[in-house]
């Protein structure tokens, strides 16, 4: 998959509690090249996922309906 070339601009849910396990997201992109970036926050020189739109949307759906529990 080839990067985009715009900045991301990143954020972290408003639902992080800020004890370190939170993952970054850049919904900026989602637009203009159909990509969301995510990243761990603790890490943002690390590795980027470049998640397709329709996958993020699905994981946030599934997120919402408890799909994923601790």
């Known amino acids: 998959m080839t990067l985009p070339t715009d900045t991301p601009h990143?954020?972290?849910s408003s639902h992080s509690n800020n004890g370190g396990n939170c993952v970054e997201v850049?919904?900026?992109?989602?637009?203009t090249h159909d990509v969301v970036p995510v990243r761990d926050t603790k890490n943002?020189?690390?590795p980027t996922l470049h998640l397709p739109t329709t996958t993020?949307?699905?994981f946030?759906?599934?997120v919402r309906g408890g799909t994923f529990t601790p």
């Open 44 to 46: 943002p020189h690390g």
């Open 26 to 31: 850049a919904t900026n992109l989602a637009t």
């Open 60 to 62: 946030l759906t599934g």
């Open 10 to 12: 990143w954020f972290t």
């Open 56 to 58: 993020y949307r699905t």
